[in-house]
């Protein structure tokens, strides 16, 4: 159970616990949840207590993601399979799990790597995908450690590059 001010992942943005509500079509108990970057409360979503769906979860603390950049070098990447890396990413994306999105981070810069090396132009769905998964687990680590978004993303570079991943 969350509490009000609690920040919790959903899906994959960060958010802040606004309160709790039936939902008037489902008549569930529902959490209130305001996404954390624009916390204005122009924008609500009805979350049931319940989470069924299990697209509801605690922000990563600081010794886990201590525990995950150190973790960064075994985590395997997805298989590179040109045909269906879209379909791969998209479900990567969709779960839950912070480790898919280093799996997403691993592939595309491992695949936009082997294509420079061989001077070939850059795949777009690689690029897209890896900015995606940059953008949300930057975001989740930024508030679990309290710090800047541009200053946690060269923490987490120098963590990839420290495993052969990156530039």
């Given at each position: 159970?969350y509490s009000i001010d609690d920040l919790v992942i959903y899906r994959r943005d960060?958010?802040?616990?606004?309160?709790?509500?039936?939902?008037?079509?489902?008549?569930?108990?529902?959490?209130?949840?305001?996404?954390?970057?624009?916390?204005?409360?122009?924008?609500?979503?009805?979350?049931?207590?319940?989470?069924?769906?299990?697209?509801?979860?605690?922000?990563?603390?600081?010794?886990?993601?201590?525990?995950?950049?150190?973790?960064?070098?075994?985590?395997?990447?997805?298989?590179?399979?040109?045909?269906?890396?879209?379909?791969?990413?998209?479900?990567?994306?969709?779960?839950?799990?912070?480790?898919?999105?280093?799996?997403?981070?691993?592939?595309?810069?491992?695949?936009?790597?082997?294509?420079?090396?061989?001077?070939?132009?850059?795949?777009?769905?690689?690029?897209?995908?890896l900015a995606k998964a940059m953008d949300y687990i930057l975001k989740e680590l930024?508030?679990?450690?309290?710090?800047?978004?541009?200053?946690?993303?060269?923490?987490?570079?120098?963590?990839?590059?420290?495993?052969?991943?990156?530039?």
């Amino acid at each position: 159970m969350y509490s009000i001010d609690d920040l919790v992942i959903y899906r994959r943005d960060v958010c802040r616990v606004a309160g709790r509500e039936t939902s008037q079509v489902s008549g569930e108990d529902c959490y209130v949840l305001t996404p954390y970057a624009s916390d204005d409360g122009s924008v609500r979503m009805l979350v049931p207590v319940s989470n069924k769906g299990g697209h509801l979860r605690d922000i990563i603390t600081p010794p886990e993601a201590e525990a995950l950049m150190e973790r960064i070098g075994s985590i395997e990447p997805l298989v590179d399979k040109p045909a269906n890396m879209k379909s791969q990413y998209v479900a990567m994306l969709r779960g839950d799990s912070i480790e898919d999105l280093i799996r997403v981070i691993k592939t595309a810069s491992m695949r936009n790597k082997a294509r420079m090396e061989n001077h070939k132009k850059l795949a777009a769905i690689d690029g897209e995908y890896l900015a995606k998964a940059m953008d949300y687990i930057l975001k989740e680590l930024s508030v679990a450690y309290g710090k800047g978004y541009d200053e946690i993303k060269e923490d987490f570079l120098a963590s990839l590059r420290s495993c052969g991943i990156g530039d």
